[in-house]
T-cell receptor, first 112, second 113 residues
C-alpha cells in the first residue's frame, strides 16, 4: 500500500462551521505533513509531525488545528475559517522527517 | 523571498524530443532537491531526487542535474511522451531531516503528439 488517503475530496463550509480533514497512510511512515496550495501557486508547508509530535508549525493561524492521533492518521480541524482560506489542502507522509514525500490527492476546500 | 524559482511557467515539446525543465535556488544551505509532477485534481507525485553531494541522478527517462556553483538544477526527460504533460515542481530542503520542503512555482509541460 503506497497511498496517502485524504477525505473528503471536496468540502464547502461557512465561516461559522467546524469541520475536519482526515489523512491516512499505512506505509509505516513516521512523518506526516499538511500543505496548502492556492490556484497556480506552489504548495506551502503548514505543519510537520514527526513520530506523532508536532515539530514544525509555519505560523499557521489558530483557526487551523492539527492532530495526530497515531502514526497512521493525521487530522486538520477547521473552525471559523475565512474565504481566503479556500484552497487545496494536501496531506503527505515520508519514512522519516525530510525524506521523499508521498502526497494524497488533497481536499478542495471552499469557504463561503 | 522566493528561495526556489522556476522561471518558465510553461514549456511545449514534441513527442520523442527532450524536455528540459529548469530550477534556480538562492539558499546555499539547501542540500536535498526533488522534482514532483502534478496532474489536475491530484496530489504531487515524486519523480526523482538528488543530494547536494552529487551532480547527476538518473532514473529511466528522467535525469536531474545539479550545478551547485550556479545554484541551478534541471530535469531532463528523454524521450518525452504525451503522458508526461503535467505541472512539474522543483523542491528543496535545508538539511534532509528538517521536513521543510520549499517548492518552486511550477512549470506546465505540454508534450504534443
Amino acid at each position: 500500500d503506497t497511498e496517502v488517503t485524504q477525505t473528503p475530496k471536496h468540502l464547502v463550509m461557512g465561516m461559522t462551521n467546524k469541520k475536519s480533514l482526515k489523512c491516512e497512510q499505512h506505509m509505516g511512515h513516521r512523518a506526516m505533513y499538511w500543505y496548502k496550495q492556492k490556484a497556480k501557486k506552489p504548495p506551502e508547508l503548514m505543519f510537520v509531525y514527526s513520530y506523532e509530535k508536532l515539530s514544525i508549525n509555519e505560523s499557521v493561524p489558530s483557526r487551523f488545528s492539527p492532530e495526530c492521533p497515531n502514526s497512521s492518521l493525521l487530522n486538520l480541524h477547521l473552525h471559523a475559517l475565512q474565504p481566503e482560506d479556500s484552497a487545496l489542502y494536501l496531506c503527505a507522509s515520508s519514512l522519516d522527517r525530510g525524506g521523499k514525500l508521498f502526497f494524497g490527492s488533497g481536499t478542495q476546500l471552499s469557504v463561503l | 523571498d522566493q528561495q526556489v524559482k522556476q522561471n518558465s511557467p510553461s514549456l511545449s515539446v514534441q513527442e520523442g524530443r527532450i524536455s528540459i525543465l529548469n530550477c534556480d535556488y538562492t539558499n546555499s544551505m539547501f542540500d536535498y532537491f526533488l522534482w514532483y509532477k502534478k496532474y489536475p485534481a491530484e496530489g504531487p507525485t515524486f519523480l526523482i531526487s538528488i543530494s547536494s553531494i552529487k551532480d547527476k541522478n538518473e532514473d529511466g527517462r528522467f535525469t536531474v542535474f545539479l550545478n551547485k556553483s550556479a545554484k541551478h538544477l534541471s530535469l531532463h526527460i528523454v524521450p518525452s511522451q504525451p503522458g508526461d504533460s503535467a505541472v512539474y515542481f522543483c523542491a528543496a530542503s535545508v538539511r534532509r531531516n528538517t521536513g521543510k520542503l520549499i517548492f518552486g512555482q511550477g512549470t506546465t509541460l505540454q508534450v504534443k503528439p
